[in-house]
């Protein structure tokens, strides 16, 4: 019924920048939560980046001051730029949202996209 399209994951060398965009679509009734998650190689999936529906961001340590996260609540799409890059920010890089859909507006579901792939690499 609801759905996350990522866009924007390629390979950049160390320093370099890049920018993920995701959008919802579907029977959404409203959204909470929207963010990245991402997962290394090797590695459990974490935290990079979440904005409430109200405006409150929790970033991970790691990418503080290096990454921005940003959402329009009018075209349900969330982004995340992401500067200075590192090696080590190489992943699968998923969206994921909290959305309640149009049959059942009480309750809040997560909804995950189908990643895609961030390679830093010289």
């Known amino acids: 019924q609801v759905q996350l399209v990522e866009s924007g994951g390629g390979l950049v060398h160390p320093g370099g920048s890049l920018r993920l965009s995701c959008a919802a679509s579907?029977?959404?009734?409203?959204?909470?939560?929207m963010g990245w998650y991402r997962r290394a190689p090797g590695k459990e999936r974490e935290l990079v980046a979440i904005?409430?529906?109200?405006?409150?961001?929790n970033y991970a340590d790691s990418v503080k001051g290096r990454f921005t996260i940003s959402r329009d609540n009018a075209k349900n799409t969330v982004d995340l730029q992401m500067n200075s890059l590192k090696p080590e920010d190489t992943a699968v890089y998923y969206c994921?949202?909290?959305?309640?859909?149009?049959?059942?507006?009480?309750?809040?579901?997560?909804?995950w996209g189908q990643g895609t792939l961030v390679t830093v690499s010289s």
């Open positions: 579907g029977s959404i009734f409203n959204i909470d939560d």
């Open positions: 994921y949202s909290a959305i309640a859909t149009i049959d059942r507006r009480g309750v809040y579901v997560q909804v």
């Open positions: 904005m409430t529906r109200g405006g409150r961001i």
